[in-house]
């Protein structure tokens, strides 16, 4: 990983579909263009995340993040005391969303922040696209302060970060969700608490602290799964499977199918998971098939994530619905 200043090339290697580690006034982001569903899981292969945990979409201020989330008056009351700043907002996607549906881990949902460092603010600027940037540290460890933590933790996964120095706030954003009625804290972090309720003038629910209150996203909101039914680890079809395919299908011939990767490559399913599972869906809804059969995933790698997304959206409704990731508003 090269240490570098200079943004024009940080800029131009975003633009190639490459990944980046920047500055921002929390901790150091590990950044991708947000509408890229290859950039995204190039993301979560660098950072070795097990699961596909939401990202936050990172934006130069206020005007471009309408063009993604649905701001009720809360958040826009939120975002106009707070942007830019410490404090993410998580909102409905707008209609036709270009944000990768991956990032999102297959949400209705959108995390999104406008960071207050001049380098970040300048790199988006130039960029002049969204970013999503989690944590620049490999799954698991802890979040990065300096440019050197993020070079000792990532070291050869990725080819650029732009030295800031230290990260004033050194501390992870506050995530409040706008989804619901009342905003509810789902992280706690570089906002405090008290900041955010003189600015509402009412106390905030604190999902965060308690296990029971609706912090998990699938509680908040319908994780994607698809209305069919699913089976996986299918290597044969029965009558009416639509198929969900990796790699090569060998003799099956469903009627109608779509590939995850053709190649067998993990990282290019991922990019191209949830994007797939909502347009089979609606093939689905044309005709009279209202099954898909999943060709096996390799269990390695980003397999993992694949495998565990593949499960819940396979699992009777009843335990999806409680199966949901009860991770979220945790650092991962
Ligand atoms: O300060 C920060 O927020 C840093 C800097 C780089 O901006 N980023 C960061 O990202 O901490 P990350 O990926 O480490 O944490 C993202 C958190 C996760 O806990 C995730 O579950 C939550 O945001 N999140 C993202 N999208 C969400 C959604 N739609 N609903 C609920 N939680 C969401
Ligand atoms: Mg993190």
Same mark, same amino acid.
């Not at 942007?83 to 990768?100: A, D, Q, Y």
């Given at each position: ?9 940080? !800029?131009?290697?975003? &633009?190639? $579909? $490459? ?14 263009? !947000? ?6 899981? !190039? ?51 707008? @209609? ?104 509402? $003038? ?31 680890? +299918? ?6 499977? +639509? ?59 980003? $397999? @993992? ?8 959206? +396979?699992?009777? &409704? ?15």
């Amino acid at each position: 990983m090269k240490r570098t200043k200079d943004i024009s090339i940080l !800029a131009s290697h975003l &633009r190639a $579909g $490459g990944l980046v580690a920047f500055p921002t006034e929390t901790v150091y982001g590990l950044g991708a263009d !947000a509408r890229d569903d290859n950039a995204v899981a !190039a993301i979560y292969a660098a950072k070795g995340r097990p699961q596909f945990n939401p990202l936050i979409v990172h934006v130069d201020r206020f005007e471009t993040a309408q063009k993604y989330g649905v701001f009720s008056e809360t958040a826009t009351r939120l975002a106009n005391h707070f942007w830019p700043g410490p404090l993410t907002l998580v909102l409905p996607r707008v @209609e036709n969303c270009p944000i990768s549906l991956l990032a999102s881990a297959g949400l209705d949902s959108l995390a999104i922040r406008v960071p207050a460092h001049p380098l970040a603010q300048e790199l988006l600027m130039q960029y002049g696209g969204p970013l999503v940037a989690p944590s620049a540290n490999p799954s698991g460890q802890i979040s990065p302060t300096k440019a050197s933590h993020v070079v000792a933790g990532l070291g050869d996964k990725v080819d650029y970060v732009l030295d800031g120095g230290d990260c004033a706030v050194g501390v992870e954003s506050t995530i409040v969700s706008c989804l619901g009625d009342v905003p509810v804290i789902l992280r706690h972090g570089g906002l405090v608490r008290g900041d955010i309720e003189q600015v509402l $003038g009412f106390e905030i629910f604190d999902g965060a602290d308690a296990p029971s209150a609706p912090s998990a996203p699938g509680q908040l909101t319908s994780h994607y799964a698809p209305s069919a039914t699913m089976r996986l680890n +299918a290597t044969s079809l029965q009558d009416g499977e +639509a198929l969900l395919g990796f790699g090569d299908i060998g003799p099956l011939q469903p009627k109608i199918s779509l590939n995850l990767s053709p190649k067998g490559d993990l990282q290019q399913a991922a990019a191209n998971l949830f994007a797939m599972m909502t347009r089979l869906d609606e093939m689905l809804d044309e005709g009279d098939v209202k099954k898909i059969a999943v060709s096996p995933i390799p269990n390695h790698g980003l $397999g @993992e994530a694949i495998n565990d997304r593949l499960n819940r959206a +396979a699992a009777p &409704r009843s335990r999806r619905e409680g199966s949901d990731q009860k991770s979220s508003g945790q650092d991962k």
